[in-house]
């Protein structure tokens, strides 16, 4: 892959200045022009570490939603900050690498952690062969960075997957759920589950949910008769389950924290859409089913960084960190049609963010990009509007009134993703390469090029 040259830089100064007076906005706290922090965003160069962070299924509306709850029409957002943004396109492939035009996390996923599209369901492997692709994480493991992983969704779920293993079906979590993927079983000389793979490649920092996943036995091979999390103990895990266990713990050896038997519970609640609507509610910012000893993103985010940062150090590297961050709920309560708990999760991911930008600030050779996998199918509607499907009427912060459509499906059925193109925003080397309409298999390159990844 061609490193980027002076050309490519010219170019994309040239986008920067032409959206010049388009980049000046105003809010609530004064005049914010960000052209001068666009134009001195773009560098080429080697970065020492990267943050990505994934909303899923965090497309515009849901942006835009979180927004207008929570800081109003003309407030910003952390993620809204990034000196540079672009889109891209997210559809997925099928068998003959024709395009299915709506993806799911596995196959998105694996755009940008390999750069090679796949289908619908898969984890890091070819499309119509079915093949293993090297990820970003195992090229970055190879050339001495540090890895992570976290997430609120369970770590065997598709967009965690996606980086520290390889299957045939996203089902093929634990050593139990293999019905699907018959050639990765370690009985049939496959890498085993996605649990069994993640802890195998001896990822630094894994946290987020699915105990439950972990909590099976494995069935074949050199750990049989242990459960997932015994064999990750054999593999120099220190296993943690709350967040008092993750603000205790030290860098050296791996880390895997469990903090839900399934998904990581949500921060907000509130009535699911309905059909004819809603009366207009306000959100609860809390969660009975959520036990207050469990990390938020942002906590378990800072935590992740810390640790990778300090076993660099301890290992006198001179190279830094690969670390993704998922917001992994957006989607979920997106397909529940549940804009409580949807926005909450956005606005919890967009704590994340904060964290990742002000460590970007006091390390300028870190590269931060967040985006989404795929676009979903909340819409902001008129109050007047009267939809077909679910719907739901919010008082905003600002004390005005919001409907929100969820009828990309009929009623009782979960509601679904969308093939529009999403954000991606970005800053610090090769952060320039978001700009315009790229594809999703591009951020593959752009972080692949950002670490010097062969």
């Given amino acids: 892959m061609l490193r980027p040259t002076r050309r490519h830089l010219t170019i994309a100064t040239a986008l920067v200045a032409a959206t010049t ?8 706290a004064g005049a914010f022009d960000s052209a001068q922090e666009a134009k001195g965003a773009i560098q080429g160069g080697k970065a020492k570490n990267v943050i990505l962070l994934i909303g899923d299924g965090m497309g515009d509306s849901e942006i835009t939603l979180a927004r207008d709850y929570t800081v109003g029409a003309n407030g910003r957002l952390n993620m ?16 003959d690498g024709t395009p299915d035009y ?16 796949t289908v ?17 994480l195992e090229l970055a493991q190879k050339k ?17 997957a996606v980086l520290a293993s390889h299957a045939t079906d996203r089902s093929c979590q634990g050593p139990a759920d293999m019905a699907k ?19 195998n490649h001896k990822v630094d920092v894994l946290l987020g949910g699915g105990k439950q996943r972990f909590d099976q036995k494995v069935t074949e ?28 713990v030290q860098a050296g050896k791996p880390v895997l924290g469990l903090f839900a038997t399934g998904n990581v519970p949500v921060e907000w609640t509130g009535k699911p859409a309905a059909q004819g609507g809603t009366d207009p509610q306000r959100c609860v910012t809390s969660n009975p089913s959520r036990p207050s000893t469990t990390p938020s993103l942002a906590d378990s985010a800072t935590k992740a960084i810390q640790l990778l940062e300090a076993k660099q150090k301890q290992r006198h590297s001179k190279q830094g960190f690969f670390l993704q961050i998922e917001g992994a709920s957006i989607d979920k309560q997106d397909h529940a049609a549940d804009p409580c708990g949807q926005i909450g999760e956005t606005a919890a991911f967009d704590r994340a963010v904060k964290v990742a ?19 979903h199918t909340s819409q902001i509607v008129p109050l007047e509007a009267t939809p077909p499907g679910l719907s739901s009427t919010l008082v905003t912060n600002e004390g005005q009134q919001l409907k929100v459509n969820y009828s990309t499906n009929t009623p009782g059925q979960s509601q679904e993703h969308t093939g529009t193109q999403v954000r991606i925003a970005a800053q610090g080397p090769q952060a320039y390469r978001v700009l315009g309409v790229t594809n999703q298999t591009d951020l593959f390159t752009t972080i692949r090029e950002a670490l010097r990844l062969r």
């Fill in 357 to 375: 930008r002000a460590y970007a600030a006091k390390h300028p050779d870190t590269l931060v990009v967040t985006t989404a996998d795929h676009g």
């Fill in 80 to 95: 809204d900050k990034f000196p540079l943004t672009g889109a891209y396109t997210t559809y997925a492939v099928h068998a």
């Fill in 181 to 199: 993927c018959p050639t990765d079983t370690i009985a049939a000389g496959g890498p085993g589950s996605i649990a069994e793979q993640s802890v």
């Fill in 102 to 117: 709506v993806t799911d996390s596995a196959a998105s996923g694996s755009g940008w952690a390999t750069g090679v599209k």
């Fill in 120 to 136: 619908n369901g898969r984890i890091s492997k070819t499309p119509g062969t079915d093949k293993a692709v090297r990820t970003l």
């Fill in 144 to 160: 001495g960075y540090a890895t992570g992983s976290v997430t609120t969704a369970e770590l065997t779920d598709a967009t965690p």
């Fill in 21 to 28: 007076a388009a980049v000046a906005v105003t809010t609530a």
């Fill in 221 to 248: 091979g050199k750990y049989k008769g242990l459960t997932v999390t015994e064999q990750a103990r054999k593999l120099g895990y220190r296993v943690v389950t709350d967040s008092k266990g993750l603000k205790n």
